[in-house]
């Protein structure tokens, strides 16, 4: 038995790093997962990973999955993702929202149109997301909401620095709404039977997207993949949603408190 059988995942930015291996990991545990991406094949964006390559790989490993394309940025691609999931699978138990951009630099050299593209697809993109999931967990009964956040979002604190800051302004500002915007809903939903949480990495992933902003660096102390937060999210989706919500999560935290105490299955980088 899995912790999700019965249960149907749908999970945003799932072509690639941590919303690919939440997906697998759901799968594995016996959900019905619905991979929704921009990129639906290989070469069609630049970096490695697309909806057809993860749902290949659920259903060679046994589970159950079909893709869906969506853009966060439009309501219309949310709702017929919406639609799409009840019509295959006849209800919605879980939204991971993982979809997000990285856009470094300081605050002076960004461009204001990739500030509000970052807006648009990690601030914007969930609202939407939650907003428009809500009336089929309702009628469902209840259901999940992971929202995925970053240690990004815990700032530098109040000066006097001794370092000029590394330029994660503005992804990091944009997590910190995530969290806040996650318990005010969390606050707003929980008498349905609802669950709106965070759930972030304690460490660095090296994604497919990580890898290719950092050009082949080294990525050192970094997981080799998100399998842990997969494993994190099926323990957060087993809990009862209307107790277990408006908390900001790390994975090796959800896992520790589960009982888990050999993190060696989850490998780090070492060189």
Known sequence: MGKLDGKVAIITGASRGIGRDMAVVFAREGAKVVVSARTEKEGDFRIEGSIETAVNRIKTEGGEAVGIRCDVTKEEDYQALFDQTVEQYGKIDILVNNAAVLIPGKIEDMQVRHWDLLYRINIRGPFVGCKLVMPYLRENGGGHIINISSVGAIGPGEGPYTEVGGGGTAYGAGKAHMERFTQGMAAEVWQDNIAVNCLS???????????????GTPYAGAREDGIIMGDAGAIMCEKNPKTYTGKILYDEDVLSDAGVTDFSIYPVITD
Not at 201 to 215: L, T
């Open 201 to 215: 990495p304690r460490g660095g992933i090296a994604s497919e997207g990580q890898r290719w902003f950092r050009q």
